[in-house]
């Protein structure tokens, strides 16, 4: 029998058993909304929202199969991998998805494989800096405000064809994703919204020549179905398998 998210408590905090069973059961959710929004089996990946939780409980959904961490804080980022690293955790990959500070950035691009919140050229450049005195290549996304809310990061929508043909031109960076909030919302047409929005973005950079940006990261524990009738690649998920954050 196939368990789904919508039979756990989303109030409860579950200990590190129920856990994993909560990841499998998101990822069963996850396949059943790829198959109602008519889109091909296994196309959106699921990232942890990892932000104050424990080694434990973070290795407990890598044991069940995930394979992708997000990471809000920096200092979380750092001392979460190290910690894992200690645990023997299996092979994952890790992404930054809060707002990067300038002094921070370094150490982002030493931990994390993709840093999915780039919202300025100041930081882009600062990123592709760092990464051309460290040899590296570093993935990004641009982090798209697609609600227009005033208290969210992100680029203006009207300015992200711009200055992703600017960041393109970094030679230490590669643009693969766009990355959303979307709208926070009771009305389910208005997240719909945000998430349409941030998806047309994509295809006018695709049409523009940027042909490396595929990644669409929107939806987390409260619109996931949503984002990914609307073309999510990579949902954003912390409650919904690790419970309520302490
Ligand atoms: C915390 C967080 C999430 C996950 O939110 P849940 O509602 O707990 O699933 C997703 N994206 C970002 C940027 C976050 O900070």
């Known amino acids: 029998m196939v368990v789904m998210l919508e039979l756990f408590d989303m109030t409860a905090v579950p200990d590190l058993a129920e856990i994993g069973e909560r990841y499998r059961a998101l990822r069963a959710t996850v396949r059943a909304c790829e198959a109602r929004a008519g889109r091909e089996n296994g196309s959106v990946r699921i990232e942890l929202a990892a932000k104050y939780q424990s080694p434990e409980r973070v290795l ?33 990959r890790t992404h930054v998805i809060g707002h990067v500070q300038k002094n921070k950035a370094g150490k982002a691009l030493d ?33 798209v405000n697609s609600s227009g809310a005033q208290s969210q990061f992100g680029i203006e929508p009207e300015q992200v064809v711009d200055l992703a043909g600017q960041i393109a031109t970094l030679e230490h960076l590669h643009i693969t994703g766009l990355m959303t909030i979307g709208a926070h919302s009771e009305d389910a047409r208005e997240i719909a919204r945000s998430f349409e929005y941030t998806r047309s973005l994509r295809d006018d950079l695709q ?4 042909a490396s940006v595929t990644e669409l990261s929107m ?21 919904a398998v690790f419970g309520p954050r302490p």
Not at 122 to 130: F, H, S, T, V
Not at 219 to 236: F, H, L, P, V
Request: with cysteine; charged share 20%.
């Open 60 to 92: 407990s959904a890598l044991q069940a199969g995930a394979e992708l961490i997000g990471h809000n804080l920096i200092q979380q980022l750092t001392a979460g991998e190290e910690a894992l690293r200690e645990l023997g955790a299996p092979a994952h």
């Open 207 to 210: 049409a523009a020549g940027i």
């Open 219 to 239: 939806g987390m524990t409260g619109d996931m179905e949503i984002a990914i009738a609307e073309g999510s690649t990579i949902i954003r998920v912390g409650t």
């Open 111 to 143: 931990y994390a494989d993709c840093i999915e919140t780039v919202d300025s050229l100041e930081l882009a450049q600062r990123l592709n800096r760092l990464a051309g005195e460290k040899g590296k290549a570093l993935d990004i996304f641009l982090q």
